[in-house]
């Protein structure tokens, strides 16, 4: 079992950058495989991007493949994203979620923990 906390979140103009963090507690970190997932009003759940457990591997949704970079850092039980040349459309509550038994997965259902969100803006 694994807690998640996101942070970083805020109002940035268009063109601008954010880096979000979600910070685990709890034991094996390097065993869960982590992604994160955005809402905005009026709209499903959905994904951005995804890390593998070792951090090897990482998948992206097309709408932010190129400007966003997820990574993470296994001995701080911390995992990111790096996001860059922001739309208004990225303005969205965005989720950090974890899951033992997959890794890297692009669909919400695999994800058995989620974090309580952090809010991002984008103004034109």
Not at 25 to 34: A, I, Q, V, W
Not at 56 to 62: H, L, R, V, W
Not at 68 to 89: G, H
Not at 94 to 118: L, P
């Amino acid at each position: 079992q694994v807690q998640l906390v996101e942070s970083g979140g805020g109002l940035v103009q268009a063109g601008g950058s954010l880096r979000l963090s979600c910070a685990a507690s709890g034991r094996t970190f390097s065993s869960y495989g982590l992604g994160w997932f955005r809402q905005s009003p009026g709209k499903e759940r959905e994904f951005v991007a995804a890390i593998s457990r070792g951090g090897g591997s990482t998948y992206y949704a097309d709408s932010v493949k190129g400007r966003f970079t997820i990574s993470r850092d296994n001995a701080k039980n911390t995992v990111y994203l790096q996001m860059n040349s922001l739309k208004p459309e990225d303005t969205a509550v965005y989720y950090c979620a974890a899951d033992r038994n997959y890794s890297g997965s692009r669909y919400k259902d695999s994800y058995s923990y989620w974090g309580q969100g952090t809010q991002v803006t984008v103004s034109s």
